[in-house]
């Protein structure tokens, strides 16, 4: 590494050292190898520098990180003093480093809503079955968007016990509006097909209802038949005023949007 490149992290002001972090970014993006060991340097080091510099840099540690920070964000994962363990979760995730599950798992239960979500987006991107009884009761969370980010985790994660726990939530809703378990199901196709369409013959139509969501979601052609029988002859209205047959019509418009996307990269 360039000294010089180290120092400029290291001296000036903050503003100045944020901009010579983007142009070290900059950089690294281009492959120069002293300004990632620079940056790298600062993910190890990460105590002796500003905690804006250490987020900033792992909102970008894809460009520039390695094996070398492993210890370092696992260490960063526990320090409660230094507080930037929604970026340490990034970084980890963002580099594979699945023996961070462990740690991941504690910080579940964070007090910064930042934190906890940034957590659970890193075991749904590691992929660790062992993470599954912890996300689960997220699903139940008061907060909206942290019961998102765990059906998001669960469905990336997949497995029985996933699949599981989101289908608990499908059949036993806790809230009126569960679009995100729908689209978390729809990642376990083909296999959740014929257990969503059941569930639209149910007598419930908030189930009904969200099953033509899931099902669309799929971009499976054996959810079709399903989803224009609801969407021409189902009147049924959901709790929330919602009703089936347009969750329908708009489940086979997802539906082909879908498959057109998937031609398009194929072709």
């Not at 009126?176 to 689209?183: D, E, F």
């Amino acid at each position: 590494m360039n000294p010089a490149d180290a120092r400029l992290l290291e001296d000036g002001d903050l503003e100045t050292r944020e901009e010579n972090l983007r142009l070290l970014l900059a950089r690294a993006t281009d492959g120069d190898a002293s300004a990632k060991e620079a940056l790298c340097a600062l993910v190890r080091d990460y105590p002796d520098y500003h905690r804006s510099l250490y987020s900033r840099a792992l909102n970008r540690v894809a460009v520039f990180g390695d094996d070398s920070l492993r210890a370092p964000l696992l260490a960063s994962l526990a320090d409660t003093r230094y507080n930037c363990q929604a970026w340490a979760a990034m970084g980890c995730a963002a580099l594979g480093f699945r023996d961070a599950v462990p740690g991941l798992i504690a910080l579940l239960d964070h007090p910064q809503q930042m934190a906890r979500e940034q957590t659970v987006i890193a075991l749904g991107i590691l992929g660790d079955e062992s993470a599954v009884p912890a996300l689960t009761p997220l699903l139940r969370d008061p907060i909206t968007g942290l019961r998102e980010r765990a059906a998001e985790a669960l469905g990336r994660i997949g497995g029985d016990a996933a699949l599981a726990a989101l289908w608990d939530e499908f059949e036993n809703r806790r809230y009126y509006r569960i679009g995100y378990i729908a689209s978390a199901l729809a990642t376990f196709t083909p296999d959740i097909i014929p257990r969503l369409c059941e569930a639209a013959t149910s007598d419930d139509p908030d189930r009904r209802y969200w099953a033509a969501v899931a099902l669309g979601s799929t971009g499976d052609d054996r959810a079709v038949p399903t989803l224009e029988r609801l969407m021409a002859g189902d009147r049924g209205s959901t709790v929330f005023d919602g009703m089936v047959s347009v969750a329908a019509k708009k489940g086979l418009r997802t539906l082909r949007r879908i498959q057109a996307a998937i031609a398009a990269r194929e072709s």
